[in-house]
């Protein structure tokens, strides 16, 4: 059975860091993209981060440029975001996701594989 799950959600203060987890089991996706994305409460959810296989690609949404760094370890089948200078705004579920192909992918719709998600919640 193949899962994904992520760890390291949590309360922080706006301002403060969390690094995310999300370990994969069942299958090796070292050849596979990687991405995060989040969904807020009566929002839909929004793409975050996305890595290449290979690491040497990685794409952001704008509104966390600067802020969140995507990563990952093939070795270990497990992809990080590293969240700096969280806002209230940052509040959300975070959700890990995996998906075949080359290109980076936004769309949630191209990932094949989730996790349950992650809560992240950031005060002001």
């Known amino acids: 059975q193949v899962r994904l799950v992520e760890s390291g959600g949590g309360l922080v203060q706006a301002g403060g860091s969390l690094r995310l987890s999300c370990a994969a089991s069942?299958?090796?996706?070292?050849?596979?993209?990687r991405g995060w994305f989040r969904q807020a409460p009566g929002k839909e959810r929004e793409f975050v981060a996305a890595?290449?296989?290979?690491?040497?690609?990685?794409e952001y949404a704008d509104s966390v440029k600067g802020r969140f760094t995507i990563s990952r370890d093939n070795v270990k089948n497990t992809v990080y975001l590293q969240m700096n200078s969280l806002k209230p705004e940052d509040t959300a579920v975070y959700y890990c996701?995996?998906?075949?192909?080359?290109?980076?992918?936004?769309?949630?719709?191209?990932?094949?594989?989730w996790g349950q998600g992650t809560q992240v919640t950031v005060s002001s």
């Open positions: 996701a995996a998906g075949p192909g080359i290109g980076l992918k936004v769309v949630a719709g191209d990932y094949d594989y």
């Open positions: 069942g299958r090796t996706f070292g050849t596979y993209i």
């Open positions: 890595i290449g296989w290979d690491s040497r690609m990685t």
